[in-house]
T-cell receptor, first 113, second 112 residues
Framework: NAGVTQTPKFRILKIGQSMTLQCTQDMNHNYMYWYRQDPGMGLKLIYY???????DKGEVPNGYNVSRSTTEDFPLRLELAAPSQTSVYFC????????????FGSGTQLSVL | DQQVKQNSPSLSVQEGRISILNCDYT??????FLWYKKYPAEGPTFLIS?????DKNEDGRFTVFLNKSAKHLSLHIVPSQPGDSAVYFCALGGTSYGKLTFGQGTILTVHP
């Protein structure tokens, strides 16, 4: 029972580089989310998806892009990485919408230098 | 504009005693409330939740209280155990699509 799997666990990028954070879930959840957590702060929503082919912006979407071609996968793309994107990134999924708990992956620690 | 605040960055408690973690919010539109627990290098895991139609929900050693008029949520852990040492986040929802707004987190340390 893998749940939500994120790769890589750690990554160091140089300013201006690009990368994709991978997220896959095996619970057949329709809803998926990307959050970031900065030190001493709560998690902030970057993007979310309510099903394959449907995505929408969260609270802090600038500098990121997402796609959802399958129910299982929800990759997060960083274009032109900046130091402000140094953070821990969490992917999550949920079976429903309102009132349902989210299941989180173990996170990706990203440093942009 | 922080809609959800956990004003205590840290809390230290002796094993066997009660731990009380607090969370305040400003938006009346939130109508369901969750607590998550997070260990280092892991993702948050769901602990307990409550909907706005209730004022209390219990699950073993964990109880969540909701005071809607004061816009205040609390988590009680009794008795506290060293394994409860972690970061605790309150998370509030009130829209469709399951989006949650998180507090900043409180680091709980339970001393043996």
């Amino acid at each position: 029972n893998a749940g939500v799997t994120q790769t890589p666990k750690f990554r160091i990028l140089k300013i201006g580089q690009s990368m994709t954070l991978q997220c896959t879930q095996d619970m057949n959840h329709n809803y998926m989310y990307w959050y970031r957590q900065d030190p001493g702060m709560g998690l902030k929503l970057i993007y979310y998806s309510v099903g394959a082919g449907i995505t929408d912006k969260g609270e802090v979407p600038n500098g990121y892009n997402v796609s959802r071609s399958t129910t299982e996968d929800f990759p997060l793309r960083l274009e032109l990485a900046a130091p402000s994107q140094t953070s821990v990134y969490f992917c999550a999924s949920s079976s429903g919408g309102r009132g349902e708990k989210l299941f989180f992956g173990s996170g990706t620690q990203l440093s942009v230098l | 504009d922080q809609q959800v605040k956990q004003n205590s960055p840290s809390l230290s408690v002796q094993e066997g005693r009660i731990s009380i973690l607090n969370c305040d919010y400003t938006n009346s539109m939130f109508d369901y409330f969750l607590w998550y627990k997070k260990y280092p290098a892991e993702g948050p895991t769901f602990l307990i939740s409550i909907s706005s139609i209730k004022d209390k929900n219990e699950d073993g050693r964990f109880t969540v209280f909701l005071n809607k008029s004061a816009k205040h949520l609390s988590l009680h852990i009794v008795p506290s155990q060293p394994g409860d040492s972690a970061v605790y986040f309150c998370a509030l929802g009130g829209t469709s699509y399951g989006k949650l707004t998180f507090g900043q987190g409180t680091i709980l340390t339970v001393h043996p």
